[in-house]
Nanobody, 124 residues
Framework: QVQLVESGGGLVQAGGSLRLSCAAS????????MGWFRQAPGKEREFVAG????????VYADSVKGRFTISRDSALKMMYLQMNSLKPEDAAVYYC?????????????????WGQGTQVTVSS
């Protein structure tokens, strides 16, 4: 079992940056790939970025490529999402997710564990 807790959300002006963190507990943290998803009001939850178990492979949604960077530190049981050049359309609740499989997946039905989410608000 893995428990995930996100932090780092907040209010930022367009063009600004935020760094989200995901703290994991449980013995199986390092076993699988992880990812970030987001959900804006009235919209479905969407994939943002994913990282393989080793951290060597990362996948990004087209909408965030070149602006967001996902990383993980398995020793610390942490995952991060550095978000730069934020846009109003990036505003959403951001969720940390983990899966038992090692391959990065971009659909939420492949993920087994979820955090409660952290709010990101971007003012124009």
């Amino acid at each position: 079992q893995v428990q995930l807790v996100e932090s780092g959300g907040g209010l930022v002006q367009a063009g600004g940056s935020l760094r989200l963190s995901c703290a994991a507990s449980g013995r199986t943290f390092s076993n699988g790939a992880m990812g970030w998803f987001r959900q804006a009001p009235g919209k479905e939850r969407e994939f943002v970025a994913g990282i393989s178990r080793s951290g060597n492979r990362t996948v990004y949604a087209d909408s965030v490529k070149g602006r967001f960077t996902i990383s993980r530190d398995s020793a610390l049981k942490m995952m991060y999402l550095q978000m730069n050049s934020l846009k109003p359309e990036d505003a959403a609740v951001y969720y940390c997710a983990a899966r038992n499989g090692v391959i990065v997946r971009s659909t939420d039905d492949h993920y087994d564990f979820w955090g409660q989410g952290t709010q990101v608000t971007v003012s124009s």
